[in-house]
């Protein structure tokens, strides 16, 4: 059996923020009922006072499972075996005026992604792989919804009404690994395949995080997401990575510590401008659709 071709693959991930609409909030405040086991009058003014902005605050939280009444924090994705690049919808801090979310920002990531995305189907000539976990039954609708919301507009071959044993167009991990309607966190998939996991940070925790200005972390956190659901894939599909020709290398001349000194400023700059630490996302959200290198490249707010 042939081993899928990874360069007709994009491995993504998104995170998610609660509405801020006030229409919204406001609706859902209407529709909050006081118990019905409370009758008498102090209980009930007790209920409102103490519980009320609780229960409030919970259904406004819930909404960022709903790409109708949610919003984009972040989007990581990698094309094949390319850099992950990552990208958050908060505006730069300018003067004064701290980062924050923007809705144009937003809209922005929206569009680049789809544009990316629409690169690989032009490359290869039919649409890539969509992978990621839990993809269908959240991501790829939830981006679907919030696009149309936001007048971004989608390719018309993403895959929304794709179903889960249809691999071709969405490779789930983890309805391939747990089967249709099964369960298992990401994490803890990672965790049976012997692969790094999470440390004290998840899903759970953006909004919060987000509100404390850690737009970064998010980021961060989205792209490693990524770069986890590509190497679940691999283990999944059985990818190898390719085996490199060896070639005969001559002995090298003793060097004096000036010419040691002077290659290893020059391999620093190197790195600091390649793949291996984190370089600012490059104008447009283009990463290459066929990368040479499979080093984890998050990268910084799309512009």
Known sequence: MSKPDI????????????????????????????????????????WYAEKRPGVLKEAVAKTSFDGGFGRIASIAFAVGNGPVVSATSARPAVGDVPAAYDIEKERKLLGRFFAACNRVRNHIGKPPTLVGHNIVAFDVRWLWKRSIVLGVEVPEWW??????????????????????????????LALALGLPTKSDFDGLMVADAW???EFERIRTYNGDDVETVRSIWKRIVGWREPAVASETVAEAPVETKEERDAAV????????????????LRPGFRPAVRAESSAHATTGAAA
């Open 7 to 46: 360069d007709h693959h994009i491995f993504f991930d998104g995170e998610t923020l609660p509405t801020n609409r006030a229409d919204v909030i406001e609706h859902l405040d209407a529709k909050i009922e006081v118990p019905s086991n409370m009758s008498k009058p102090e209980t009930i003014e007790a």
């Open 159 to 188: 895959p929304v009404e794709a179903k889960p044993w249809q691999k071709e167009a969405v490779f789930d991990t983890m309805t391939v690994w747990e089967g249709v309607g099964g369960r298992i966190s990401q994490d803890r």
């Open 211 to 213: 509100e404390r200005g």
């Open 265 to 280: 400023d020059a391999a620093v700059k190197t790195s600091q401008n390649g793949a291996g630490f984190k370089p600012g």
